[in-house]
């Protein structure tokens, strides 16, 4: 199975910063993709983060306010810009291995409050 | 689209009973893979147990197994001589490709 880590774990942010998660795997992966889990809620995929090329945004979500980054084929941000309180959620990462199909791994999460 | 339909927002067991969440779909797709993730207060997504579209057999993982009903499109989780451990947040998820979705979750209480 492959290691994730989600940088950070959590923080605390003030309205109208900016703050930018990452995401870093030990093992090159095919396909990585950022999820935001509102309060209660149950996952909501914001994007593909697609290594070489620009990420693919799902409806609702904006390159704008969620800039993604994936330099290469194990590491990926995401940036919550121009944060206000309704953005107050956990946002996880999704990996896919290379080589294992329909298996996907999870970060940990980082819990974001916005004041 | 695909959807997923978990109905019961809450449940509840006793320590050491059975339990069995609920989770139905909808996909014109015939090649496709179910999920249930544990998702505790750490919010770090487990993997429960894990079901391909084209086996008959019910999957099963120790205390965890599956009613999948294909034709039906219903994938229940029962989860036998239940533990405190195993209070959390259930996800029932649905992947195709690279497209995966997620119900709404059904929290889990588990009474001593």
């Known amino acids: 199975s492959a290691v994730i880590s989600q940088k950070p774990s959590r923080d605390i942010c003030q309205r109208g910063t900016s703050l930018t998660i990452q995401c870093q795997v030990d093992?090159?992966?095919?396909?990585m993709f950022w999820y935001r889990q509102q309060p209660g809620q149950s996952l909501t995929l914001i994007a593909t983060?697609?290594?070489?090329?620009?990420?693919?945004?799902e409806s609702g979500f904006v390159i704008d306010k969620f800039p993604i980054s994936r330099p290469n084929l194990t590491f990926s941000t995401l940036t919550v810009s121009n944060m206000s309180p309704e953005d107050s959620s956990i946002y996880l990462c999704?990996?896919?291995?290379?080589?294992?199909?329909?298996?996907?791994?999870f970060g940990p999460g980082t819990r974001l409050t916005v004041l | 689209a695909q959807t997923v339909t978990q109905s019961q927002p809450e449940m509840s067991v006793q320590e050491a009973e059975t339990v069995t969440l609920s989770c139905t779909y909808d996909?014109?797709?015939?090649?496709?893979?179910l999920f249930w993730y544990k998702q505790p207060p750490s919010r770090q997504m487990i993997l429960v147990i894990r079901?391909?579209?084209?086996?008959?057999q019910n999957a099963t993982e120790n205390r965890f197994s599956v009613n999948f009903q294909k034709a039906a499109k219903s994938f229940s989780l029962k989860i036998s001589d239940s533990q405190l451990g195993d209070a959390a947040m259930y996800f029932c998820?649905?992947?195709?490709?690279?497209?995966?979705?997620f119900g709404a979750g059904t929290r889990l209480t588990v009474k001593p």
């Open positions: 999704r990996v896919d291995p290379i080589g294992l199909a329909h298996t996907q791994y």
């Open positions: 093992s090159q992966v095919t396909m």
């Open positions: 983060a697609n290594q070489g090329s620009e990420a693919t945004y």
């Open positions: 996909t014109s797709e015939s090649d496709y893979y």
């Open positions: 079901q391909e579209a084209y086996k008959q």
């Open positions: 998820a649905y992947r195709s490709d690279n497209d995966m979705r």
